[in-house]
């Protein structure tokens, strides 16, 4: 007497147990998300919905647990405002410079002071925007190569100087230039007032930079002798004010 028998009970190919084998007949997502009476999931966890309308649409909310999107893109007002503070007083900028605005590479500042620096100079009418762009990567390129061999030679391990911390460095403390090109859409700068002007606030500019970077590279001694390249630096744009 014949009966089935199943092909594959003998040919010799592994089986699955029970608690392994793969679910079979049709497939349905509806109802696999089980939420109770307040509209929580099934881990407890009560999802923060988008706020609705026109005006959240084209806002940058978003999530709750989501940072800012200044903070996102690298750009803090508190730190903004703290290092114009210590540049507008550079006196007592080594006793509040802490290792978190020394290590902050914003450029947001920077930019800023740039865009103010030419726009008075236009309205005095100069226009030299490509001239301070290119002096501004020129210098600042030198300035970071030329602090990195110092830092290396002061403690004789390499300096971690990176170049957008030299760069902030030199935009923040590029804040007083932008009071001489304000003062030069007013009056003319090329006399002795101009020039008295022009040298009280590139040594200005000198002292506060240098007390950044003589701090950043933890240099003893040597805030003098860094300060004579970051002088010829900021003396580049006084003369532009003044002269071109």
Same mark, same amino acid.
């Given at each position: 007497?014949?009966?089935?028998?199943?092909?594959?009970?003998?040919?010799?190919?592994?089986?699955?147990?029970?608690?392994?084998?793969?679910?079979?007949?049709?497939?349905?997502?509806?109802?696999?998300?089980?939420?109770?009476?307040?509209?929580? +999931?099934?881990? $407890?966890?009560?999802?923060?919905? /988008?706020?609705? @309308? !026109? %005006?959240?649409? *084209?806002?940058? =909310?978003?999530?709750?647990?989501?940072?800012?999107?200044?903070?996102?893109?690298?750009?803090?007002?508190?730190?903004?405002?703290?290092?114009?503070?210590?540049?507008?007083?550079?006196?007592?900028?080594?006793?509040?410079?802490?290792?978190?605005?020394?290590?902050?590479? +914003?450029?947001? $500042?920077?930019?800023?002071?740039? /865009?103010?620096? @030419? !726009? %008075?100079?236009? *309205?005095?009418? =100069?226009?030299?925007?490509?001239?301070?762009?290119?002096?501004?990567?020129?210098?600042?390129?030198?300035?970071?190569?030329?602090?990195?061999?110092?830092?290396?030679?002061?403690?004789?391990?390499?300096?971690?100087?990176?170049?957008?911390?030299?760069?902030?460095?030199?935009?923040?403390?590029?804040?007083?230039?932008?009071? /001489?090109?304000?003062?030069?859409?007013?009056?003319?700068?090329?006399?002795?007032?101009?020039?008295?002007?022009?040298?009280?606030?590139?040594?200005?500019?000198?002292?506060?930079?240098?007390?950044?970077?003589?701090?950043?590279?933890?240099?003893?001694?040597?805030?003098?002798?860094?300060?004579?390249?970051?002088?010829?630096?900021?003396?580049?744009?006084?003369?532009?004010?003044?002269?071109?």
């Amino acid at each position: 007497m014949s009966y089935y028998q199943n092909p594959m009970a003998n040919s010799g190919f592994y089986q699955p147990s029970a608690q392994f084998a793969f679910p079979q007949g049709s497939m349905s997502f509806q109802g696999s998300s089980s939420t109770n009476a307040n509209g929580a +999931d099934s881990l $407890g966890v009560n999802p923060d919905p /988008l706020p609705a @309308g !026109l %005006f959240n649409a *084209l806002s940058t =909310k978003g999530y709750a647990y989501e940072p800012p999107l200044l903070e996102e893109i690298g750009i803090n007002f508190d730190h903004i405002i703290t290092k114009t503070k210590i540049v507008f007083n550079p006196v007592s900028s080594r006793n509040i410079l802490s290792d978190e605005i020394l290590g902050d590479s +914003d450029l947001a $500042g920077p930019l800023i002071f740039f /865009l103010l620096f @030419g !726009l %008075f100079l236009l *309205l005095a009418g =100069k226009v030299h925007f490509g001239y301070i762009y290119g002096v501004a990567l020129f210098g600042t390129v030198s300035l970071h190569n030329l602090s990195k061999f110092m830092g290396n030679n002061e403690s004789g391990s390499p300096a971690k100087l990176q170049f957008f911390n030299t760069a902030s460095v030199l935009g923040y403390c590029f804040l007083p230039l932008c009071f /001489l090109s304000l003062i030069g859409v007013f009056i003319s700068l090329d006399n002795t007032l101009g020039y008295v002007l022009g040298f009280t606030f590139v040594i200005w500019s000198t002292w506060s930079s240098s007390a950044f970077l003589n701090s950043l590279l933890q240099l003893h001694d040597a805030r003098a002798l860094i300060a004579y390249p970051l002088l010829i630096f900021y003396t580049v744009f006084a003369l532009m004010a003044i002269f071109v």
